[in-house]
T-cell receptor, first 107, second 114 residues
Framework: AQRVTQPEKLLSVFKGAPVELKCNYS??????LFWYVQYSRQRLQLLLR??SRESIKGFTADLNKGETSFHLKKPFAQEEDSATYYC?????????FGAGTRLTVKP | DTGVSQDPRHKITKRGQNVTFRCDPI?????LYWYRQTLGQGPEFLTY????????KSRLLSDRFSAERPKGSFSTLEIQRTEQGDSAMYLC????????????FGPGTRLTVL
């Protein structure tokens, strides 16, 4: 069965420090993976998807099929990055989300 | 309006009552999704429409839940005989089939069942 695991509910870093939000998945096929973000009092929005191999707001995520991971990274965290981040896996039209990691970037 | 809208934003009801939520997707989007989110969890997929056809339903969607999208535009989600366990945020999202699966989310309807 497909499953997305985000092991950290809460993560706190200082401004300028590197940040990594972990995501592991279980899926038998070729996964299509996403990171969504929800800033305070805003709606859920797409941050990036693995097929695009893009960097958005300084964030990148690399799909590692061997480790079944899709960790989100940013070399220098900013206070405006404080939000809840959700890793998601798409199977046909069924999007499975992880439980989310709330990131706090302290000044 | 350029985003997904949901109505109402909040609903408080007594156990056993029926409730109905509405979702208006982005106008050119042919796909519409419903999710449920409880505190501390990510959204859980409930159902999916392509145009007016309901193509997938999660096992989470009990017989008390029904969703419609009669004209392929707005959608409604009805919960009959509500239970306290139905208390959650109900999210709607829409996408266009040529958009590489990017889903745009609405603000959600928060349901509280007393």
């Amino acid at each position: 069965a497909q499953r997305v695991t985000q092991p950290e509910k809460l993560l706190s870093v200082f401004k300028g420090a590197p940040v990594e939000l972990k995501c592991n998945y279980s899926y038998s096929g070729s996964p299509e993976l996403f990171w969504y973000v929800q800033y305070s009092r805003q709606r859920l929005q797409l941050l990036l998807r693995h097929i695009s191999r893009e960097s958005i707001k300084g964030f990148t995520a690399d799909l590692n099929k061997g480790e079944t991971s899709f960790h989100l990274k940013k070399p220098f965290a900013q206070e405006e990055d404080s939000a809840t981040y959700y890793c998601a896996l798409l199977n046909n039209n069924d999007m499975r989300f992880g439980a989310g990691t709330r990131l706090t970037v302290k000044p | 309006d350029t985003g997904v809208s949901q109505d109402p934003r909040h609903k408080i009801t007594k156990r056993g009552q029926n409730v109905t939520f509405r979702c208006d997707p982005i106008s050119e989007h042919n796909r519409l999704y419903w999710y449920r989110q409880t505190l501390g969890q990510g959204p859980e997929f409930l159902t999916y429409f392509q145009n007016e056809a309901q193509l997938e339903k999660s096992r989470l969607l009990s017989d008390r839940f029904s969703a419609e999208r009669p004209k392929g535009s707005f959608s409604t989600l009805e919960i009959q005989r509500t239970e306290q366990g139905d208390s959650a945020m109900y999210l709607c999202a829409s996408s266009f089939s040529g958009s590489r699966n990017e889903q745009f989310f609405g603000p959600g309807t928060r349901l509280t069942v007393l």
